[in-house]
T-cell receptor
Framework: AQSVTQLDSQVPVFEEAPVELRCNYS??????LFWYVQYPNQGLQLLLK??????LVKGINGFEAEFNKSQTSFHLRKPSVHISDTAEYFC?????????????FGRGTQLTVWP | ETGVTQSPTHLIKTRGQQVTLRCSSQ?????VSWYQQALGQGPQFIFQ???????GRGNFPPRFSGLQFPNYSSELNVNALELDDSALYLC????????????FGQGTRLTVV
């Protein structure tokens, strides 16, 4: 079984400050890892994904994440946030194989960027 | 813009009624997954359809059912609606191949009163 824990439900930060949103997962099999962003009253948009290869993954809007297998973590980072980054962020895992496309999400982290 | 469209965008139903939600997948995609997102929660996997067959199901009762059509569009049906069914229902389409991502629609907001 797969599960995802997002350790912070809310993260407030000032504009231009760095931010890290934490994600830990548990799985008995190899997984693919994703970060999605959700703006109010909208669907989910993919920020970045880890499938294999380099453990440092770069995504859209200046975000990046690092896969750490020993710590079963996939934390999301941005060196300098903007007000427009205010949104809900979801970490997700997919077991892959025949179940590719099946995603298991964390509860989300609300990032609020203040001027 | 993902190319995945859902209808309707909002819906209000009475407890005990039945509802059908629709999803048009992105061109070229043959797999559709449905998710339920309750307020303040992450999306929960309901089920997935691949080439018109159910290909996996999450922890949802049988009154949640679905269909996928030859053009790969899909429907989610919920019978005997309960108040707890109030949620945002998200559809995601993907191509059943290695290393493909899922593209989400805007969702249907269902309110059960």
């Amino acid at each position: 079984a797969q599960s995802v824990t997002q350790l912070d439900s809310q993260v407030p930060v000032f504009e231009e400050a760095p931010v890290e949103l934490r994600c830990n997962y548990s799985s008995s099999v190899s997984v693919y890892l994703f970060w999605y962003v959700q703006y109010p009253n909208q669907g989910l948009q993919l920020l970045l994904k880890y499938l294999s290869g380099s453990t440092l993954v770069k995504g859209i809007n200046g975000f990046e994440a690092e896969f750490n297998k020993s710590q079963t973590s996939f934390h999301l980072r941005k060196p300098s946030v903007h007000i427009s980054d205010t949104a809900e962020y979801f970490c997700a895992v997919s077991p892959g194989g025949s179940t590719l496309g099946r995603l298991y999400f964390g509860r989300g982290t609300q990032l609020t960027v203040w001027p | 813009e993902t190319g995945v469209t859902q209808s309707p965008t909002h819906l209000i139903k009475t407890r005990g009624q039945q509802v059908t939600l629709r999803c048009s997948s992105q061109s070229g995609h043959n797999t559709v997954s449905w998710y339920q997102q309750a307020l303040g929660q992450g999306p929960q996997f309901i089920f997935q359809y691949y080439r018109e067959e159910e290909n996996g199901r999450g922890n949802f009762p049988p009154r949640f059912s679905g269909l996928q059509f030859p053009n790969y569009s899909s429907e989610l049906n919920v019978n005997a609606l309960e108040l707890d069914d109030s949620a945002l229902y998200l559809c995601a389409s993907s191509l059943a191949a290695v290393n493909t991502e899922a593209f989400f629609g805007q969702g249907t907001r269902l309110t059960v009163v």
